[in-house]
Every structure is written in structure tokens, then in C-alpha cells.
């Protein structure tokens, strides 16, 4: 069963092997590159691959990344599907179990229903006028996105900022910031009038202590914010609480101090520190707001990835611990439902920034703040690099140029879906969601700025007997 498992996964997922990826082949473009884009531009449902695995015991499927590290891709067990970014190519491991590994000890039933195919239209977006560009900062502001700092193919800082309109699908030139923007991995949020852009890394990738920026789209203008006192960066966790800013900071300048949780206020433009919270500092944790809790989990510090979580009440400013979660210790992100903190995937290991060599998790678990209780959610693909986007029903869950589904209400993975991002688009960067679709900005191609995605549907459960239904999937597979 496996070898066939394995000859049909290599027989539909071959095209895949070729998909450009990172730092990959760089097509040229003529000088009727806009004409031909457009020509190129298309819609274009994406067949779904999946593989269901009927035999006992649990598969690591595994796939090999740009820098030639191997990652698991995901663990199927009995009747669960999986799916993997059109950019990675498959291989069926051998026994990639792992005896200490941790998965949910409090898990309830798994799901009786089993996904049915899902359908989602990739659309390649305009390039973008700062050139090739990966991993930039993005904010969406209800009308456009607006767009600061990435990488270039050779890894420099990208300077300037643009912003994208989807409807039109048309950039337009940003007024220059008041200072350069040479700096990577920034903090960048829409407060609701402003985008605020703090801190970051320097192009080595050394801390900055960090100094912000906000820009006015209305008024097309920048001013200077006040300097906090500490470095944040996109691995900072942070929330917006619709006046205030909350971030941990992963150091306080130099400052022999301990690293407290800061908040910003935008309408006096002064930040001040939070209450010490039971807790230790952490960067790169699951981060959310519930309206009057600031939630955060997991994460790492120096180097080490951390297990527990911490919600500060912001009408008492006081912190609270979390009921200890049945997710093993990792660096990873969450969304807010409106009801819960939905925590999937993350990796463990590896470098302590790329997360080169890391171990990639495929489970997952919901955390009630008014009940303040876990509850672990169906396994799942497993990737390293998992961005996370809540459409108001379905979480997306986007890696290198693919997307899975999952079905919150039904707790299941839809079967799977909508790989295949064709010419290096939707590679790039986090994705954000414009109330309709998915904008993932960032490309390695000249001629494509990112791409859209839109789910077109997820198809009906299929309900299933309880003797059918998966077990817990109870392993995680090594890198």
C-alpha cells in the first residue's frame, strides 16, 4: 500500500519538482513585460492532489526545501488527508516516528467527517514598482495594501513603500518616509488611519533598537513616532487593540533590565511597560486579541521554544497564567475566531531565527479564554512555515506557494487544497485578508507582485461511522 502511495504521489506531484522557489531562476522579461503579463494574467482553478492513507499505522510525508533541508510535510494516519506546497517536492520517508515526541494528551473524539475537495482561484497580481521583492511587510487598510521593506534575490533590504489596490489591481508611488527604510523583519500594523511601522532588523540581521514611523494614506504623509523603549520586529508578539499597541520586545536596548510587554498609545504618542507578567520573554509566539485580553502562547527564548501562555486583562492591567496546553513547546502563530485562539503547526529546533533544520508540528489545539480551557483540534499538514489567515469561518494556512483548509466548525482538513502558484508569485511574503480574498505580496519573478487567492468552496462533510472515523494522530515525524 505504501508503494503505491508513494508511485501515485510521485506521479501527480511530479510537475511540482521543477516550481522555482527562494532564491530560483529569475525568467526575463521584455520590454513589453506589462502587455505581456496581462496576457499572462489569468484565473485558474487548481485541481486538488490528495492522498489518503487506508493502511494502519501513521506515513510521514516528507518534502525537501530550497536549501536542501528535509521537512515534514505532514503525518497521515488512517483516513486523514494531507496536502503539500506546490514548491516542495514529495518523498515517502522511512520510519520517521518519533518515541518523544508530544501530541495532544487531552484530545477529544477526532472528527467523524472526513473533507471533501476544495476549489480556490489563484490570480497573479501587477509587479511591483520596487522590483523583485520577498518577504515584505504588509497591511491592509481596507481599500489597499500597503507595502514596506522585503528582500531582494540577493537577500539587500528593499528601500521605499507602495501600496496595492486588488480592485484595480494597480500600484501607486508612496510618498518617501522620513528616513531610509533599510532595515528587514519590521513591525509593520493599520491602526485605522495610519500605518505604523517600528523597529526591525538590519540587513545582517542584527537587532536594531528600535524607532517607528507612521504614514497617512489619506494626506499621503509621514510623521516620526515616539522611539520605543526596546527592539521589536515581526517576530515581536504584538496585537492592536484599536487605540493601543501591545508587544514584547526582544530586548530593552542594552538595559540590563528585565524585557517587559509595552503598549503604545497612538493618540498621545507615548509608549509606556506593562506590568511584569508570570512569565519569560519570547519572540516568535501565538499572539492574539479577544477585546479586552491580550493572549499569547508558546514561542521561543534564546533559542529555547516555550510551552506555556500568559493573557493580560487590559481593564485591570494585570496578567493572568493560561491552563497548560496539550501542544509540545514551539515556535508558532494563531488567529482569533471571535470565540477561541486557534494554535496549528509550528516547528521546534534548528536555527534559532530561520528555523533552518527545525522540527515541523501537525497538530493543533483551541484555547477558550472565558472558560480558560484547551481543546485539541484535528491533526493536520505539518510545515515549518505556516501563515495563518481567519476568513471568518475557515482558517488558511499558507506555506511557499500553497494553502490548506481548515473547517473550524467541523473540525476537519479539507481535502486538500489549491497548490500550484504558477511563475514564483505567492512565495513572498505573509499573507492578509481583504474581507474576500487572501494578498500575498512578494514574487520571484520580475513580472509577477504576488498573487490573490480566493476559496471558492470547501465542499459538504461527509459524515463517517465512529468505527471509521481517524485516530489521534500521534506522531510527529523528524527532520
Not at 521584455?30 to 494502519?56: E, Y
Not at 500605518?195 to 504614514?215: F, K
Request: aromatic share 6%; charged share 20%.
Amino acid at each position: 500500500m505504501i508503494d503505491e502511495l508513494e508511485h501515485r504521489l510521485r506521479r501527480d506531484l511530479a510537475s511540482l519538482d521543477d516550481l522555482a522557489v527562494g532564491n530560483g531562476r529569475v525568467i526575463e522579461i521584455a520590454s513589453d513585460a506589462a502587455a505581456d503579463r496581462i496576457v499572462r494574467r489569468r484565473r485558474r482553478t487548481v485541481a486538488s492532489i490528495s492522498a489518503t492513507v487506508a493502511a494502519a499505522g501513521a506515513i510521514g510525508l516528507w518534502a525537501t526545501r530550497s536549501d536542501g533541508d528535509e521537512v515534514a510535510m505532514t503525518n497521515v494516519s488512517p483516513e486523514v488527508t494531507g496536502t503539500v506546497p506546490a514548491d516542495q517536492s514529495l518523498s515517502t520517508s522511512p520510519s520517521t516516528t518519533s518515541p518523544t515526541s508530544t501530541t495532544p494528551s487531552t484530545s477529544t473524539t477526532p472528527s467523524t467527517t472526513t473533507g471533501a475537495p476544495a476549489t480556490g482561484v489563484w490570480e497573479q497580481i501587477a509587479p511591483d514598482p520596487r522590483g523583485v521583492v520577498l518577504y515584505p511587510s504588509v497591511v491592509w487598510t481596507g481599500d489597499e495594501a500597503l507595502v514596506v521593506g522585503g528582500r531582494d534575490l540577493d537577500g539587500r533590504p528593499v528601500a521605499g513603500v507602495a501600496a496595492y489596490s486588488p480592485d484595480t489591481d494597480t500600484w501607486r508611488t508612496v510618498a518617501d518616509p522620513p528616513a531610509t527604510m533599510g532595515r528587514v523583519n519590521v513591525l509593520s500594523l493599520w491602526t485605522g488611519s495610519e500605518m505604523l511601522v517600528l523597529g526591525g532588523d538590519l540587513p545582517d540581521d542584527s537587532l536594531l533598537v528600535s524607532y517607528g514611523h507612521a504614514y497617512n494614506p489619506s494626506t499621503d504623509t509621514w510623521r516620526v513616532t515616539a522611539t520605543p523603549p526596546g527592539s521589536v520586529n515581526s517576530r515581536s508578539p504584538w496585537v492592536w487593540t484599536g487605540t493601543e499597541l501591545y508587544v514584547w520586545p526582544s530586548d530593552a536596548g542594552g538595559s540590563a533590565l528585565p524585557v517587559v510587554p509595552l503598549a503604545y498609545d497612538l493618540a498621545a504618542d507615548v509608549w509606556r511597560e506593562l506590568p511584569r507578567p508570570p512569565a519569560q520573554r519570547r519572540q516568535q509566539a501565538a499572539s492574539a486579541w479577544t477585546g479586552t485580553e491580550w493572549l499569547v502562547w508558546g514561542g521561543t527564548n534564546a533559542g529555547a521554544e516555550l510551552a506555556d501562555g500568559v493573557a493580560y486583562d487590559a481593564s485591570t492591567d494585570t496578567w493572568r497564567v493560561l491552563a497548560d496546553s496539550p501542544l509540545s513547546p514551539r515556535r508558532v502563530r494563531a488567529v482569533w475566531t471571535g470565540s477561541e485562539m486557534i494554535v496549528d503547526a509550528g516547528s521546534s529546533g534548528g536555527d534559532p531565527i530561520t528555523g533552518n533544520g527545525e522540527f515541523a508540528h501537525g497538530d493543533g489545539a483551541a484555547y477558550d479564554p472565558a472558560a480558560d480551557t484547551w481543546r485539541a483540534i484535528m491533526p493536520g499538514p505539518a510545515h515549518p512555515g505556516f501563515e495563518p489567515v481567519w476568513t471568518g469561518s475557515s482558517v488558511l494556512m499558507f506555506a511557499k506557494g500553497g494553502v490548506v483548509v481548515y473547517d473550524v466548525a467541523n473540525d476537519r482538513w479539507v481535502d486538500p487544497c489549491c497548490n500550484d502558484v504558477a511563475d514564483g508569485g505567492g512565495i513572498g511574503g505573509p499573507p492578509v485578508w481583504t474581507g474576500t480574498v487572501a494578498l500575498i505580496i512578494g514574487s520571484t519573478e520580475p513580472g509577477v507582485g504576488g498573487v490573490t487567492f480566493t476559496l471558492t468552496t470547501t465542499g459538504p462533510a461527509t459524515p463517517t461511522s465512529p468505527d471509521e472515523a481517524p485516530p489521534p494522530d500521534t506522531h510527529d515525524a523528524l527532520n
